[in-house]
């Protein structure tokens, strides 16, 4: 039998609170455009009390929210990634997202928005084994970030400005309403029947104006230009849209940072090992060398090699390397570590956490499963040959 949620309280803390929350530390509109983020199960206005954490949707996951009487799920990979042509029981692809509907669980999943957030996957996995002096690897994620520019009266501007950041532009990482204001001389000639805010119909007009201009998330585009229209004061506003070539809005893509010390290759993933618990480390590359600089990239990032060895690092860790990579890098300089995908994402978990105590305090109860690889290494028993 399912629970009924109800509606909350105005005191209490909704799913768009908790949406909010993490959107305001990893921006879910800075997502890939071929990802699935944010709130896709459940209703936003419904209480949020006691949530578990974790990276996917699993079958025991699911079982720990039924034990612990969440209303909330948090998930870094996305509990409906593509479209679902129905929704029933006894469907591999559909049986989880039944059970948590059922179960009145509401799911918010923040997945490459994290990835590429400031203080992102990546970089929770740099501090998580020790690194100093963390920087992005390759700095702006990639994105279908646009500039937006509007030209508004001087006296209009802030009303402008506020609405476009309230809709989700103008945020760059940290900082939001980010914009340039310039002033210039407008010019126009309403036509018969138009309604000018400024001037009348019949006459040219040349007015003093600002180029207001700000970053905006592709994905927000619609609603940041339906929200500028809306507080311009103009009957027919000019807008322009640049699309911008590499990322704008902050973040970026893996990190790089420094150990205090250099050590043998050996000791380096002895200590990983101790800080990540991965179910493995396969290498590949120079082995008799000492590590000082590492970069990482959590989850899949073998494309990242090369930015990784122009950044100058000794040792490569991320996941999902490939056999012809692996090659590659046994020719080369710099040598390449796969800890498994969820090894290197799941110390994001703890930050959800944070970020919702940060914001929250006891309001709600949290709980994160740091589930292990879904792929096992298998250890036999025996080695030897067979005895006679």
């Not at 909010?20 to 990802?35: G, I, Q, S």
């Not at 974790?54 to 079982?63: E, K, N, S, Y």
């Not at 998330?217 to 507080?231: D, F, I, T, Y």
């Not at 792929?375 to 040959?385: D, S």
Request: aromatic share 6%.
């Amino acid at each position: 039998m399912s629970r009924s949620r109800g509606t909350a309280s105005p005191s209490s803390v909704t799913v768009r609170d908790v949406w909010k929350a993490l959107d305001d530390e990893y921006p879910f509109a800075h997502r890939a455009d071929w990802d699935n983020v944010g709130i896709l199960l459940g209703d936003p206005n419904a209480p949020a009390t006691r949530a578990v954490i974790a990276l996917d949707a699993t079958p025991a996951v699911v079982a720990a929210c039924r034990r612990e009487k969440a209303d909330l799920l948090v998930t870094h990979h996305p509990v409906i990634y593509s479209a679902l042509a129905s929704i029933r029981s006894d469907q591999a692809a559909s049986a989880t997202v039944h059970e948590l509907v059922r179960m009145g669980v509401a799911v918010i999943s923040a997945h490459t928005n994290a990835d590429v957030a400031a203080r992102g996957v990546s970089h929770a996995l740099a501090r998580r084994i020790g690194l100093k002096k963390i920087r992005p690897l390759l700095p702006g994620e990639p994105s279908d970030a646009c500039k937006v520019v509007v030209f508004v009266p001087p006296g209009h501007a802030d009303a402008v400005l506020a609405a476009l950041s309230a809709a989700g532009g103008g945020r760059i990482g940290a900082y939001t309403r980010c914009s340039f204001q310039s002033f210039g001389t407008g010019t126009f000639f309403p036509a018969e029947g138009a309604k000018p805010f400024l001037g009348r119909a019949g006459s040219e007009e040349r007015v003093e104006e600002v180029r207001l201009e700000s970053v905006v998330a592709g994905s927000l585009l619609p609603e940041v230009v339906s929200a500028v229209r809306k507080a311009h004061p103009y009957e027919e506003p000019a807008i322009d849209v640049y699309p911008l070539k590499g990322g704008a809005l902050g973040g970026g893509i893996g990190a790089v940072g420094d150990r205090e010390r250099e050590a043998p290759l050996a000791e380096v993933l002895e200590g990983v090992y101790r800080a990540v618990r991965p179910s493995w480390i396969k290498v590949a590359g120079p082995g008799k060398r000492r590590i000082r600089r590492i970069a990482v990239v959590g989850g899949s990032g073998s494309e990242f090699t090369g930015a990784a060895r122009a950044a100058g690092a000794d040792l490569f860790l991320t996941a999902d390397i490939k056999y012809h990579q692996a090659l590659e890098a046994d020719a080369g300089d710099m040598t390449v570590a796969d800890i498994g995908h969820g090894s290197g994402e799941k110390w994001i978990l703890p930050e959800f956490r944070r970020v919702i105590a940060a914001r929250f305090g006891g309001k709600i109860a949290t709980r994160v499963i740091m589930e292990s690889e879904p792929l096992r290494p298998f250890r036999p028993k025996h080695t030897g040959g067979t005895k006679r």
